[in-house]
């Protein structure tokens, strides 16, 4: 199976900061990775697939970028509301994996 | 508007079973494949099984193998996952989720989860 590994595993930062998440796959699985925001009690909510294309609906200042074997989200202006946990996906080679979540915290 | 309801959180005792549903409105269920996804608590989110409501296809984790069944019922546009021998380390929220263009994409629109608690 394709191990997704997520750092930092915890980020603390303030509103209007740049944030940036990085996910490394254990191979190479092209652009076939998705970003999901999850806040608590709630499902998960899709921001990002194919690597970059952001979904409809999600703001501009989320992007992701990389393609391989690592990845990154960026949120390029921290808003209050971007509290929550964020995990990567790959769906390239099944089963598919999940990163293990990168908890962000509003300071 | 497109989605994923499911039914309501379950308490079962060890070795018991349990039969989630997932009904989808706004679209056709046999249009996109269907996930079924656990989340124990305060953990990540762990996949478990896929169907293709079409042709019925599936596939399961290894870690589900032998005690899950996902299904479909296109007449009510519903999905299912049976849970077999449940023990207490599956007491978890188990959410459903529809593949983004058919099958193998990332996952548009999830359920509201169901909440399992497995406790004698």
């Known amino acids: 199976d394709i191990q997704m590994t997520q750092s930092p595993s915890t980020l603390s930062a303030s509103v209007g900061d740049r944030v940036t998440i990085t996910c490394r796959a254990s191979q190479t699985i092209g652009s076939w990775l998705a970003w999901y925001q999850q806040k608590p009690g709630k499902a998960p909510k899709l921001l990002i697939h194919?690597?970059?294309v952001l979904e409809s609906g999600v703001p501009s200042r989320f992007s992701g970028s990389g393609s391989g074997t690592e990845f990154t989200l960026t949120i390029s202006s921290l808003q209050p509301d971007d509290f929550g946990t964020y995990y990567c996906q790959q769906y390239h080679t099944p089963p598919i994996t999940f990163g293990q979540g990168t908890r962000l915290e509003i300071k | 508007q497109v989605q994923l309801v499911q039914s309501g959180g379950e308490m079962r005792e060890p070795g018991a079973s349990l039969k989630v549903s997932c009904k989808a409105s706004?679209?056709?269920?046999?249009?996109?494949?269907i996930i079924w996804v656990r989340q124990a608590p305060g953990q990540g989110l762990e996949w478990m099984a896929w169907i293709n409501p079409y042709n019925g296809n599936t596939d399961y984790a290894r870690n589900f193998q032998g005690r899950v069944t996902v299904t479909t019922d296109t007449s009510s546009n519903t999905a299912y996952m049976e849970f077999r021998s449940l023990r207490y380390d599956d007491t978890a929220v188990y959410y459903c989720?529809?593949?983004?263009?058919?099958?193998?994409?990332?996952?548009?629109?999830w359920g509201q989860g169901t909440m399992v608690t497995v406790s004698s």
């Open positions: 706004g679209y056709t269920l046999t249009d996109y494949t």
């Open positions: 989720a529809k593949d983004r263009l058919g099958a193998s994409d990332a996952f548009d629109i």
């Open positions: 194919k690597a970059s």
